[in-house]
Antibody
């Protein structure tokens, strides 16, 4: 059974770069051409998509975050990562990694439903 | 960016009743690329519906989705105690955006 797990940096200082890694287990990140993504949720608020990446490294970002976001993939470690630069208190959120697309679908898209989620990790931006 | 507006903000119902949740898009969503999620406190969202009306794996048939264009609906035919949670719609026809959520609470 496929499982995703976010790393937990916990606390990041304002103006610094937030770095998170998602480790995929129970399956290969390269299989079936799925896309992989990051979503965040500020405390008590709704969900916000950050970006997606294919196993081959093609990336798609939310336009309003694009200047600060880098998503990368390491197939040898079965991981993908998020870097968000110049963070402020507004970036304080629970960050989720997820697999896009539904098992059995004939086509996988960089923007799709999120079928499998990690448990999420809380990141606080504070000095 | 397509803005999704969910209504009502909070829905108070009793177990056994029928729940109808609405999601309206600011412009037409192509190919009915709309999904619905359930989220309980401290947990990640769970995919319920994709493609506006297809149930995800393992989702009970009391959950159903419908709609097209700009208006989409999630219906829970007969509420069970475990269904009380926050529900989000998502569109993935043009980039990805989420609605602000509907809280389904026990009356």
């Amino acid at each position: 059974q496929l499982q995703l797990q976010e790393s937990s940096p916990g606390l990041v200082k304002p103006s610094e770069t937030l770095s998170l890694t998602c480790t995929v287990s129970g399956g290969s990140i390269s299989s079936a051409f799925y896309y992989w993504g990051w979503i965040r949720q500020p405390p008590g608020k709704g969900l916000e998509w950050i970006g997606s990446i294919s196993y081959s490294g093609n990336t798609y970002y939310k336009p309003s975050l694009k200047s600060r976001v880098t998503i990368s993939v390491d197939t040898s470690k079965n991981q993908f990562s998020l870097r968000l630069s110049s963070v402020t208190a507004a970036d304080t959120s629970v960050y989720y990694c997820a697999r896009l697309g539904v098992q059995g679908a004939s086509v996988h898209r960089p923007v799709d439903a999120f079928e499998i989620w990690g448990p999420g990790t809380m990141v606080t931006v504070s000095s | 960016e397509i803005v999704l507006t969910q209504s009502p903000g909070t829905l108070s119902l009793s177990p056994g009743e029928r729940a109808t949740l609405s999601c309206r898009a600011s412009q037409s969503v192509s190919s009915s690329y709309v999904a619905w999620y359930q989220q309980k406190p401290g947990q990640a969202p769970r995919l319920l519906i994709y493609g506006a009306s297809s149930r995800a794996t393992g989702i009970p048939d009391r959950f159903s989705g419908s709609g097209s264009g700009t208006d989409f609906t999630l219906t829970i035919s007969r509420l069970e105690p475990e269904d009380f949670a926050v529900y989000y719609c998502q569109q993935y026809g043009s980039s990805i955006t989420f609605g602000q959520g509907t809280r389904l609470e026990i009356k």
